[in-house]
């Protein structure tokens, strides 16, 4: 639908119109070096004054040029309508594998650290999918996601597809050997980040404080570590990615300062869902789901008492760290470190 629209506004309107109505087609035009086209005329028009060169070095003629300018516009303004709209997440209950009724209606706003705690196999994941796809009573468990309180129809959630949620997964897998540096680059400009330098950076210095070990712009992403690679992948979702959801799926053990890294991400004004065995992470959400035989079968919410028993948590959990670091080292475990 909106690929028609676009199509008809770019085959009707100048490119001055055009620009108007959407000032980030200068950012495109620029990307392709056509930042000096006629703007007084169509685009197709004014594409036959463009040398062919030009072009070619994109590996694009006068055609695709035209349809990539409608992709664009397709894409950056979905993205916008999503960020923009999404203030809240309701869960609606639907049942369990033992067909038994959920009973729950659960609002997120966003801001919020929602955790999943549940055994293996009891349903963490098929949750975080059911949200990841606005199940609307069409997935095994029949729950029904809203949006601002309101179902989300065929053609929204087919257009918020991708956009609304940036899902972290246990397993990342880089196709491209890139460097780190050219890695975020390539997200920056896809994503039209304005002040990409900067935020390129900054993603960059975060993504080292996540990972224990550090490691430079130059190294290629398939060299990194998991978690390094996997605090590549919270930084960049912290700072570049306009989804207002994130779904993290079992991140511990993956050698990254958890906790800050939750926090960055939901200082981003975003909602957090995180399934987890890891008492810190669990227990660093306001509230967290408990799942039993595939259906929400409590919601808690995190007590004064649990909050304060996080530092407690927190130097336990130094202290695994330090050992696992000094084991990494080849170093050998005293009892002096076990008391630190
Ligand atoms: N309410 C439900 N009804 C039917 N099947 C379910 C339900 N909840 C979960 N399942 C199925 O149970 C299996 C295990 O769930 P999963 O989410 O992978 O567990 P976990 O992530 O907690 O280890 C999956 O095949 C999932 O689709
Ligand atoms: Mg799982």
Do not use: W
């Amino acid at each position: 639908m909106k690929t028609h629209y676009f199509m008809e506004l770019i085959n009707h309107q100048t490119l001055e119109e055009i620009i108007k109505a959407y000032p980030i087609t200068t950012d495109f035009l620029a990307n392709y070096r056509l930042e000096d086209i006629p703007k007084n005329q169509l685009l197709h028009q004014a594409l036959k004054e463009v040398e062919d060169e030009i072009l070619e070095d994109f590996g694009l003629d006068q055609y695709d040029v035209i349809e990539s300018l409608c992709v664009f516009l397709v894409s950056f303004t979905q993205a916008e309508t999503a960020v923009n709209h999404v203030a809240s997440i309701t869960i609606k209950g639907g049942q369990n594998k033992l067909n038994e009724a959920e009973n729950v209606e659960l609002t997120i706003f966003t801001g919020d650290i929602i955790s999943i705690v549940g055994p293996t196999g009891s349903g963490k994941s098929r949750l975080l999918n059911d949200i990841e796809c606005l199940a609307q009573r069409d997935t095994p468990t029949n729950r029904l996601i809203l949006v601002n309180g309101e179902e989300v129809d065929d053609i929204n959630r087919f257009e918020m597809d991708g956009k609304l949620v940036a899902q972290l997964s246990q397993n990342m897998n880089f196709v491209m050997d890139l460097t780190v540096r050219e890695f975020l680059e390539m997200h920056a400009k896809c994503r039209l980040t304005p002040n990409a330098d900067e935020v390129v950076s900054k993603c960059f210095e975060c993504a080292n404080l996540l990972a224990g070990e550090r490691f430079s712009e130059a190294t290629k992403v398939t060299q990194l570590s998991g978690g390094q690679s996997r605090a590549l992948m919270i930084a960049d979702t912290a700072y570049m990615s306009d989804s207002p959801i994130v779904l993290i799926d079992e991140i511990e053990n993956a050698g990254i300062d958890r906790r800050r890294a939750l926090f960055l991400l939901a200082k981003r004004e975003k909602i957090i869902f995180i399934s987890t065995h890891d008492p810190l992470l669990a227990l660093s959400a306001n509230k967290r789901i408990v799942i039993k035989n595939g259906g929400i079968a409590k919601i808690i919410e995190t007590t004064a008492e649990e909050k304060q028993s996080l530092e407690a948590i927190e130097t336990f959990d130094n202290t695994l760290l330090t050992l696992r670091n000094s084991l990494r080292g080849g170093e050998l475990i005293t009892a002096e470190l076990l008391r630190e």
